[in-house]
Nanobody
Framework: QVQLVESGGGLVQAGDSLRLSCAAS????????MGWFRQAPGKEREFVAI????????LYADSVKGRFTISTDNAKNTVYLQMNNLKSEAAAVYYC??????????????????WGQGTQVTVSS
């Protein structure tokens, strides 16, 4: 049974940092693309950052480029999202997702097969 379990969300002030974690289990993810997505109230789910588990190629949304970093830890089977200089518009539920393909750095949420339950990030200004 595939499980993606996010953690690390919370309430922070604008300008602060947070690190989200996504613990992956239930299958081998070495051939997958892993992504972080977010969804704010009343908005569609949007891609934040993507990484190929093998090889480490990454892609970031323009709104987070230079402030967020996605990474993997093979030994812990965990994907991280380091978020620095958080802005109020970053407030959302953040989801980890897995796509069993590395052919494209896919940004469409519908193309991901596995999802975590989400972790809330709240940013006060």
């Amino acid at each position: 049974q595939v499980q993606l379990v996010e953690s690390g969300g919370g309430l922070v002030q604008a300008g602060d940092s947070l690190r989200l974690s996504c613990a992956a289990s239930g299958r081998t993810f070495s051939d997958d693309t892993m992504g972080w997505f977010r969804q704010a109230p009343g908005k569609e789910r949007e891609f934040v950052a993507i990484i190929r588990w093998s090889g480490g190629s990454t892609l970031y949304a323009d709104s987070v480029k230079g402030r967020f970093t996605i990474s993997t830890d093979n030994a812990k089977n965990t994907v991280y999202l380091q978020m620095n200089n958080l802005k109020s518009e970053a407030a959302a539920v953040y989801y980890c997702a897995a796509r069993p393909s590395q052919f494209l750095l896919e940004v469409r949420p519908s193309m991901y097969d596995y999802w975590g339950q989400g972790t809330q990030v709240t940013v006060s200004s």
